[in-house]
Antibody
Framework: QLHLQEPGPGLVKPSETLSLTCKVS??????????WGWIRQPPGKGLEWIGS???????YYNPSLKSRVTLSVDTSTNQFSLNLSSVTATDTAVYYC??????????????WGQGTLVTVSS | EVVMTQSPATLSVSPGERATLSCRAS??????LAWYQQKPGQAPRLLIY???TRATGIPARFSGSGSGTEFTLTISSLQSEDSAIYYC??????????FGQGTKLEIK
């Protein structure tokens, strides 16, 4: 059974880089049927897609965040990562990692991690 | 950029009745639409993809319909456990992959 887990730092200072890693079990991150994505949700608000990555390195980013986002994948440890630079209080959110169905291009998110709350504050 | 608009913002329905949730796209997304259910404190769960295909393990009382710009999620015979926020997501227009703002479904 697929399981995604994204333990987080909890608190990040303004202007610093938020780093998260999603550990995947129950599937290979090299499965060509999927991308692996990040979505966030500010407290009390809706869902915002951040970006998705294929094991081969192909990435898709939300244009509104692209300049600050870096995604990477590590097939040897079956995990993928998010770096969000120059964070401000508006980046405070629950961050989810998710498996992203791939049919030529990314489609729907069929499995999600439980999410981790990251607060940006000094 | 495709804008997804969900209505109503909040819906209150009695147990056993039917709930109808709407999602409208600002331009055609064909049938490239998914629906998710999110309960408090939980991650979203995929309900529907391809506008009308139920995901694995989703009860038959959940059904999706529509294409182009107008989509509907129907929950028949509502149960208390269906109280949640429901989001639609289009995946037709890349690189942007947008969610609607959500509909909160309350069970009376």
């Amino acid at each position: 059974q697929l399981h995604l887990q994204e333990p987080g730092p909890g608190l990040v200072k303004p202007s610093e880089t938020l780093s998260l890693t999603c550990k995947v079990s129950g599937d290979s991150i090299s499965n060509s049927s999927y991308y692996w994505g990040w979505i966030r949700q500010p407290p009390g608000k809706g869902l915002e897609w951040i970006g998705s990555i294929f094991y081969g390195g192909t990435t898709y980013y939300n244009p509104s965040l692209k300049s600050r986002v870096t995604l990477s994948v590590d097939t040897s440890t079956n995990q993928f990562s998010l770096n969000l630079s120059s964070v401000t209080a508006t980046d405070t959110a629950v961050y989810y990692c998710a498996r992203h169905m791939r049919i030529m291009a990314p489609k729907w998110f069929d499995s999600w991690g439980q999410g981790t709350l990251v607060t940006v504050s000094s | 950029e495709v804008v997804m608009t969900q209505s109503p913002a909040t819906l209150s329905v009695s147990p056993g009745e039917r709930a109808t949730l709407s999602c409208r796209a600002s331009q055609s997304v064909s049938s490239n639409l998914a629906w998710y259910q999110q309960k408090p404190g939980q991650a979203p769960r995929l309900l529907i993809y391809g506008a009308s295909t139920r995901a694995t393990g989703i009860p038959a009382r959940f059904s999706g319909s529509g294409s182009g710009t107008e989509f509907t999620l129907t929950i028949s015979s509502l149960q208390s456990e269906d109280s949640a926020i429901y989001y639609c997501q289009q995946y037709n227009n890349w690189p942007l992959n947008l969610f609607g703002q959500g509909t909160k479904l309350e069970i009376k």
